[in-house]
């Protein structure tokens, strides 16, 4: 399997801006989808952001305007942007990647999840 390193969360109050980063762990990878989910207290898991091959993205419209994943191939890296942050964005987030690698004889599929970030926003 594929390890994913989350880094980025934090406290912020209401309005400020926090990116979050999820790193691949290792080389030679093609990525097929790469999403970003967060589970805020006592609620179920929600997908929040996802971008399928390298231009195509979705949102959730709870986040649509205000949040923006990209990636950086090179770097094996994913973000989410998050701006205007709102106390109902209080959570922690999670990134999923599907994709494979190359293990040196063979191409490997694999579907990792980051071990979660927590998110506060509060004033």
């Known amino acids: 399997q594929v390890q994913l390193v989350e880094s980025g969360g934090g406290w912020v109050q209401p309005g400020d801006s926090l990116r979050l980063s999820c790193a691949a762990v290792?080389?030679?990878?093609?990525?097929?989808?790469r999403e970003w989910y967060r589970q805020a207290p006592g609620k179920q898991s929600e997908l929040v952001a996802s971008?399928?091959?390298?231009?195509?993205?979705n949102y959730s419209e709870s986040v649509k305007g205000r949040f923006t994943i990209s990636a950086d191939d090179a770097r094996n890296m994913m973000y989410l942007q998050m701006d205007s942050l709102k106390p109902e964005d209080t959570a922690v987030y999670s990134c999923?990647?599907?994709?494979?690698?190359?293990?040196?004889?063979?191409?490997?599929?694999?579907?990792?999840w980051g071990q979660g970030t927590r998110v506060t926003v509060s004033s």
């Open positions: 999923h990647i599907k994709g494979k690698f190359f293990d040196g004889r063979s191409w490997n599929l694999f579907d990792s």
């Open positions: 290792g080389r030679n990878f093609m990525f097929s989808s």
């Open positions: 971008l399928i091959g390298r231009i195509n993205t």
